[in-house]
């Protein structure tokens, strides 16, 4: 299975902007979804945004107009960029390749302050 490293996490207010990065060990252009995942403290993990290998992407509603993934095949990363941060989005993000029993990353948090 392809190893994950995600990094860009931390601390930012409320209305502030994260950019996420996920390196993969391995090719990610051949992998059918790529995605960010969340896990609050006291919840269930959940998906936020899914890149597909034939360009469409998925969001979460709760992230819709605010989060946006993206893939570069070239450099095996993948991206979250999260702007207007609320502090209901605070969890351990995790990079995933291949759903829900595919690979996951070891996750970083992201704490936003109100």
């Known amino acids: 299975q392809v190893q994950l490293a995600e990094s860009g996490g931390g601390l930012v207010q409320a209305g502030g902007s994260l950019t996420l990065s996920c390196a993969a060990s391995?090719?990610?252009?051949?992998?059918?979804?790529m995605a960010w995942g969340r896990q609050a403290p006291g919840k269930q993990r959940e998906f936020v945004a899914t890149?597909?290998?034939?360009?469409?992407?998925y969001y979460r509603a709760s992230v819709q107009g605010r989060f946006t993934i993206s893939r570069d095949n070239a450099k095996n990363t993948v991206y979250l960029q999260m702007n207007s941060l609320k502090p209901e989005d605070t969890a351990v993000y995790y990079c995933?390749?291949?759903?829900?029993?595919?690979?996951w990353g070891q996750g970083i948090q992201v704490t936003v302050s109100s």
């Open positions: 995933n390749a291949g759903g829900q029993h595919g690979s």
């Open positions: 391995g090719s990610v252009g051949s992998i059918f979804a």
């Open positions: 890149a597909l290998s034939d360009g469409k992407v």
